[in-house]
């Protein structure tokens, strides 16, 4: 099994599947003509948190055991074998879809008018480098994990470097 590559989307690092080229996903997502909730968050932030709940919400409280990726499109993974591209056009109104992308690389409504609302989730950066830095170490049994201490993580993902 492979796992995803980090890639860079307008000037932000984002984990995608050959993701050469994210406009064409733009073009399925009219956020002017259907009702669109676009969850934004950076890594290890709670976004599964705010799929399920969301979905929740806007399904009657319903508990489901169908994988939260099937219920609630990951935009960057859209491209891939794993979870392959839906079909927004015969996704539930309203729309959920979420994505690790900046607000400012994701598509808009044309007009103030849009239907389209966005969730942006923040969480403590040093919650977030903890998070991660496991997520990352767990990674190893995938032969692209982590493999170095705390600390050196730590000042890295500080100054901006995790490459």
């Known amino acids: 099994m492979t796992s995803p590559k980090s890639v860079c989307v307008g000037g932000y690092l984002s984990s995608g599947h050959n993701l050469d080229d994210i406009s064409y996903l733009y073009n399925d997502i009219n956020v002017c003509q259907f009702y669109y909730i676009l969850i934004l968050t950076p890594f290890r932030s709670g976004t599964t948190w705010v799929q399920e709940i969301l979905w929740q919400i806007f399904n009657e409280g319903q508990v489901t055991s169908d994988h939260i990726l099937e219920r609630v499109p990951f935009l ?79 000042k890295s993902f500080v100054e901006g470097n995790g490459k």
Do not use: Q
């Open 76 to 154: 960057e993974m859209a491209t891939g074998t794993v979870f392959p591209k839906p079909n927004y056009n015969t996704l539930p109104s309203p729309r959920i879809i979420k994505t690790h992308l900046p607000y400012s690389t994701i598509p808009k409504s044309a007009t103030e008018d849009g239907k389209c609302k966005y969730i942006y989730v923040a969480r403590n950066p040093k919650d977030v480098a903890v998070s991660f830095f496991d997520f990352t170490a767990n990674l190893k049994i995938m032969e692209n994990g982590y493999n170095g201490p705390w600390e050196f993580y730590a």
